[in-house]
């Protein structure tokens, strides 16, 4: 007969391994809904910029650099093109208004001068003779006048008699007809040539007139071409140094083309290039200030670009006093430029996170420096080497002011 043989109860080996399996579910659990692993990032601390936030005297000034260039450039542009036929003065020379820098020839232009010079001779042949043409038709008018006013008088003679003698019955009546017709007559061809007169001295005056006026007309037209054919050698438009010639020997020019330009050298100016986070508080006659050889040199900002090109835009500054006495065009400077008074403000180095958030926020460690978490900030101004920060931190908070680039949208950075 069988025995029927009972399990025993209780903990197995088996049982264990569930539990641990179990416990390790759980953990993950809370792990999983406990940690934001997409707002969490890891970093090693040395990798890092730290910056404190300070108390202190905020300068309101930004350091800058430019370059030397002569206070005025003019530029040289061809009036007239042509062939480079002699180049007289060399880059780098010293030139007087008016010096002839270049020689050109230009065969087109001799062409016309000479084809006006026709034109001219042409004009002026056709007023003379039309002068003379209207001359003869005026003497000739005038011969016809006196006859007709002679033949006037003669026949108005004549007719008086014939009325007198055909009121005492002494001529006939045809007599009488005749000499008044033969008055009546010469009384309209006097009338008409008369008319005719006028209107010959009339259109005479007309004509010569506007004549005379298109001969002034060639005239001025011939001088002008003539002043072209002056702009064939290119002369200097202002006292200073050649800086650049852009023509050589046989090269050909065209109209307007830019072949040079005269450096003003009596005075200089320092071109530089400000961030456009500043273009608001640039402004003419801002002060600034280059220190060369333990000697400070005051300048004033002249003119502001309104243009941003690449994130910049350009100004140009000028010597207000004293000048370096070894400065050269092309030399590079760095300058202070103040835009403000100075006053007391909280302070935040300046760092590349500015870049990263435009200054709207930065990750502020907690009080052991094993973490960082973002906070929304303003700052206000700034100089080479603090923010002004309006609201969002305290003094003595340290804060990561590297670049944020790698960071992307987490809220929470952790030290390794």
């Not at 990032?41 to 930004?62: C, H, N, P």
């Not at 780098?92 to 034109?119: C, F, M, P, W």
């Not at 835009?313 to 092309?330: M, N, Q, S, Y």
């Not at 935040?348 to 009080?367: A, D, Y």
Request: with cysteine; net charge positive; charged share 30%.
């Amino acid at each position: 007969m069988d025995i029927k043989i009972e399990k025993k109860r209780g903990i197995r080996p088996k049982h264990i391994v569930w539990g641990f399996l179990g416990l390790g579910l759980l953990f993950l659990c809370w792990k999983l809904f406990t940690t934001d692993y997409k707002k969490t990032y890891a970093v090693k601390k040395e990798r890092l910029s730290i910056g404190e936030v300070t108390r202190g005297e905020f300068q309101d000034f930004i350091t800058i650099t430019g370059h030397v260039a002569p206070i005025r450039t003019i530029y040289m542009d061809a009036y007239e093109g042509g062939r480079v036929k002699e180049k007289l003065i060399e880059e780098g020379t010293h030139v007087k208004k008016g010096d002839v820098i270049l020689k050109l020839e230009n065969r087109g232009l001799y062409e016309q001068i000479l084809a006006s010079e026709n034109n001219l001779s042409f004009k002026q042949n056709d007023l003379r003779s039309t002068k003379l043409s209207y001359d003869n038709r005026e003497i000739q008018g005038r011969r016809n006048l006196i006859d007709a006013e002679y033949e006037l008088e003669r026949t108005e003679r004549l007719f008086k008699q014939q009325e007198l003698l055909y009121n005492k019955d002494v001529v006939s009546k045809n007599d009488y007809d005749t000499a008044r017709e033969n008055y009546n007559a010469a009384k309209k061809r006097f009338e008409l040539t008369s008319d005719q007169v006028k209107q010959d001295a009339t259109a005479k005056s007309t004509t010569l007139s506007d004549l005379e006026n298109d001969l002034g007309r060639m005239k001025k037209t011939l001088s002008m071409v003539y002043e072209r054919l002056d702009y064939l050698n290119v002369r200097a438009p202002y006292d200073g140094q050649l800086g650049f010639l852009d023509a050589e020997i046989g090269q050909n020019i065209q109209q307007g083309q830019r072949i040079g330009q005269i450096n003003d050298l009596s005075n200089f100016k320092i071109e530089a290039e400000v961030d456009e986070h500043y273009i608001e508080r640039v402004r003419r006659d801002l002060s600034a200030t280059i220190e060369r050889l333990d000697k400070k040199y005051p300048l004033k900002v002249r003119k502001v670009y309104p243009e941003v090109r690449n994130g910049r835009f350009k100004i140009d500054l000028v010597f207000t006093g004293e000048t370096p006495k070894t400065i050269r065009a092309g030399q590079n400077y760095t300058m202070r430029l103040e835009l403000g008074a100075s006053n007391k403000a909280l302070l935040l180095p300046r760092g590349s996170f500015f870049q990263s958030t435009g200054g709207r926020s930065v990750f502020v460690l907690n009080e052991k420096g094993t973490e960082a978490f973002k906070k929304e900030i303003k700052l206000g101004r700034q100089n080479s080497s603090f923010f002004e920060v309006i609201e969002g931190l305290e003094p003595g908070q340290k804060t990561i002011i590297s670049s944020y680039d790698t960071f992307g949208e987490v809220e929470r950075i952790v030290f390794k």
